[in-house]
């Protein structure tokens, strides 16, 4: 894989794009998709997105012209699915707070498929309906193997080592604090050096969006133009055994072919797979009292039917200032309606400084209370409340999801951190019958606007 400085991209979000290899110039159709013949004796293939059938807004496909069609192996054959599943009755419901020790990597060779675990989930690819969070740990290259999801989209989040990623649209270079997602349907290979570990999300039902920014205005959180997508690559390889690995309700399969899949010299359209640098969100937040819900700091959602009501939204919490006056600052105390999986891909959350680490996680399923710890409480209440930088060298993220998430076998299995609810034994309780209000006769300082 080239350096990542090598790598061309083009930026914009869900734009229509069209880009040929430049080793193949006018490879690309002019003024038809699907000429009788295409040049150089590529084959032209559609991959669509959406329903033919979607409206034009939400329409999305793409033409790939092609060395060969992928229709091009042998049967695709069941093969081992590892920690993979989407068996959310094996164990039984827990709605504890749940977080877990940073997850191992594997000593003996493993490559990103094989490092996947299913955390936790809800719901069934069949119905086009529900989610999956996966834990993956690698150290070793796929080699002439590649992957897609039949199921749903991924958006993955490395939390160590960069994943050097080639899909069928052109190669991405993804490192900790950048994340991509790459859709349906979409071929890939996953390269990495050494070590490796990260998170992942996908989602059945549809795409991800940005979200709408109603009174924000134009501009803000997640802007369109700093999203990137890899530029047509192709290579002409023949080789004794490529694995073409399918994922499909939620079980593996693999067929072989011959020749490399990543053969598209040109393609255009507004279906491709893309990636975004986290440290180029635009955070925006309260600036005078209170909070607001951290649905402020979502990159991407993916929308449910019910209107503002998510699949699931990705959601960061990045290095800002905090202002907010006569204000309890650390996320509030709370109980959602919603799931919330937490990661942290580097530094030390601001609720939770200490047993939330990087490369570990957490879960607070639908109505479970969670907040800051009792030593963050405390320090909290009683802080010099100045303008300050917070979670400075600090990424953590949430996948919220609307879904009621079930936790896996492997998930109640691994790295669970017994002690989690303790942080939280210690809250102590501070009520006074006889408390009195301040001279003024109110407990706060009375805002002047
Ligand atoms: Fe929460």
């Known amino acids: 894989m080239a350096s990542d400085s090598d790598l061309k991209y083009m930026s914009g979000f869900g734009n229509e794009f069209a ?13 038809q998709n699907n000429p009788q013949k295409c040049a150089y004796g590529l084959y032209a293939e559609q991959l669509s997105g959406t329903a033919f ?48 020790h940073p997850f191992d990597i594997p000593q003996e060779k493993t490559d990103f498929v094989q490092g996947l675990s299913t955390v936790c989930g809800a719901g069934d690819p069949k119905c ?21 999801s039949s199921d ?25 604090n950048e994340i991509c997602v790459i859709q349906r349907g979409m071929r890939f290979n996953v390269a990495v050096t050494g070590d490796t570990r990260g998170y992942m999300l996908e989602v059945f039902n549809d795409h991800f969006v940005l979200p709408n920014l109603g009174p924000i205005g134009a501009n803000g959180l997640a802007n369109p133009r700093d999203f990137l997508t890899p530029t047509a690559w192709y290579e002409d390889r023949d080789v004794e055994q490529y694995t073409v690995i399918s ?39 309260a600036v005078a009292y209170d909070h607001a819900d951290p649905s402020i700091f979502t ?9 503002g009501t998510a699949v699931a939204d990705f959601v960061i919490f990045p290095p800002r200032w905090s202002v907010q ?41 639908l109505m479970t209370p969670h907040g ?5 409480f405390e320090k909290a209440s009683s802080a010099e409340l100045k303008a300050e930088k917070i979670a400075t060298g600090t990424m953590a993220f949430m996948f919220e999801s609307s879904y009621s998430m079930a936790v896996t076998e492997w998930g109640n299995q691994n790295k669970v951190d017994p002690n989690y609810s303790h942080c939280w034994q210690t809250l102590q309780k501070h009520f006074n019958s006889s408390w009195k209000p301040n001279g003024d006769g109110k407990q706060q300082k009375t805002f002047t606007f």
């Open 152 to 176: 749903g989209d991924f958006l993955i989040v490395p939390q160590l080592g960069g994943l050097s990623i080639t899909t069928e649209f052109g190669r991405m270079k993804v490192d900790p």
């Open 299 to 307: 990159v991407l959602t993916c929308p449910s039917l019910k209107p």
């Open 372 to 376: 800051p710890d009792a030593e963050c």
């Open 325 to 365: 006056e006569h204000t309890f600052r650390p996320p509030y105390y709370h109980r959602n309606c919603m799931s919330e999986f937490m990661g942290l891909i580097y530094g030390a959350y601001e609720a939770k400084e200490e047993g939330f680490r990087p490369g570990g996680a957490s879960l607070h399923s």
């Open 53 to 100: 059938t979607a409206p034009r807004e939400e329409n999305q496909r793409s033409w790939l012209y092609r060395i060969r069609p992928s229709v091009l192996h042998e049967p695709f054959v069941k093969t081992e699915r590892g920690n993979l599943t989407h068996d959310w009755d094996s164990v039984e419901p827990n709605p504890n707070q749940l977080r877990w």
């Open 128 to 148: 086009r309906s529900g989610v999956a969070v996966y834990i993956y740990v690698c150290n070793t290259s796929m080699g002439d193997k590649c992957f897609y």
């Open 247 to 285: 994922k499909y309700h939620g079980h593996l399969f693999s067929a072989k072919q011959k020749h490399s899949p990543f053969d598209v010299v040109a393609w255009h359209g507004n279906y491709a797979p893309y990636k975004y640098d986290l440290s180029k969100f635009m955070v925006i937040n």
């Open 19 to 31: 880009s040929e290899d430049s080793r193949c110039p006018g490879a690309l159709p002019e003024g």
